[in-house]
């Protein structure tokens, strides 16, 4: 029987998935089986979670930097990044607005960001310090460094050593797609410190409509009013994206903001 349901409601962890999509894809056994093992591998060895995605941000960068952060090709690198950063300037990203990218991997958006914003507005950070490096490789290539962007390392989502109500912008792409929900309630926990009062908080995410689940630790899939409760726990309003969705992506993007009144339509 072939598989007809909706991407949303399928559970990527389930046997019966599993199984259908082995049949169809036989050449996907063999990476998959050495996913698995190296799934094991850096679960044995990790303290947490964010152990966990660095040794596999690691592995993955060694090969591709690129398709480390998700992009099969250079083209498709650049044009994720493209719509990333064309979105934001619909919704009104300003030059003198400072925005932080959590998740920052290689500036896949982060070179437009930076080359848009004033000198010094654009702060990125991510756990793994092979994609950093990358980064830094992004900003020569793009030559950037006049523009004097922040890099930063960071072991956690708690954000500590950045001031508070600092941030206009506020981004993290595909970053909760590959997190435990204990690790996105810590960044909801700590975001709204340094946002701005009519700041907002973008953040795009794997979406099912069946059963929340995981594939080997790295791609998580939560149910949109899942993350939503989690953001109003914090005081934030939270508005699912509509209008990303009708974008070619496939992750789903959820607004928080402070309060009710968001700063743009």
């Known amino acids: 029987m072939s598989e007809r349901l909706p991407s949303t409601r ?9 199984l259908r999509y082995a049949a169809k894809n036989p050449d996907k056994i063999r990476p998959y089986v050495g996913r698995v093992a190296r799934d094991l591998r850096i679960r044995l060895s990790s303290r947490d979670h964010v152990a966990y995605y660095r040794a596999v941000m690691r592995s993955d960068a060694a090969r591709s930097p690129e398709a480390a952060v998700g992009s099969r090709s250079h083209e498709r690198w650049l044009a994720l990044g493209q719509m990333q950063f064309d979105y934001l300037l619909k919704h009104g990203l300003k030059p003198d607005d400072r925005l932080l990218e959590i998740g920052c991997g290689n500036l896949r958006a982060g070179w437009r960001f930076i080359d848009h914003l004033d000198a010094g507005n654009y702060y990125g950070i991510d ?6 490096l990358a980064a830094q490789n992004t900003l020569v290539q793009q030559d950037l460094r006049d523009k004097l962007p ?3 390392l960071v072991n956690d989502l708690k954000l500590r050593f950045l001031p508070s109500e600092y941030f206009s912008v506020v981004h993290a792409h595909s970053v909760f797609s590959h997190s435990p929900l204990e690790v996105i309630d810590e960044c909801l926990a700590h975001v709204g410190r340094i946002l701005t009062p009519d700041g907002f908080f973008d953040f795009t995410f794997d979406r099912t409509e069946g059963t929340e689940h995981h594939v080997l630790h790295e791609d998580f899939y939560y149910r949109t009013e ?5 953001a109003e726990k914090h005081g934030f309003t939270a508005r699912f994206m509509d209008d990303w969705e009708e974008l070619p992506h496939g992750q789903s993007k959820i607004r928080v903001t402070h309060s009710t009144r968001d700063r743009t339509d």
């Open 150 to 152: 922040h890099l930063t």
């Open 127 to 132: 756990i793994s310090p092979d994609i950093l």
């Open 10 to 18: 399928r559970n990527r962890a389930s046997l019966a998935y599993k």
């Open 226 to 230: 899942t993350l939503i409760a989690l």
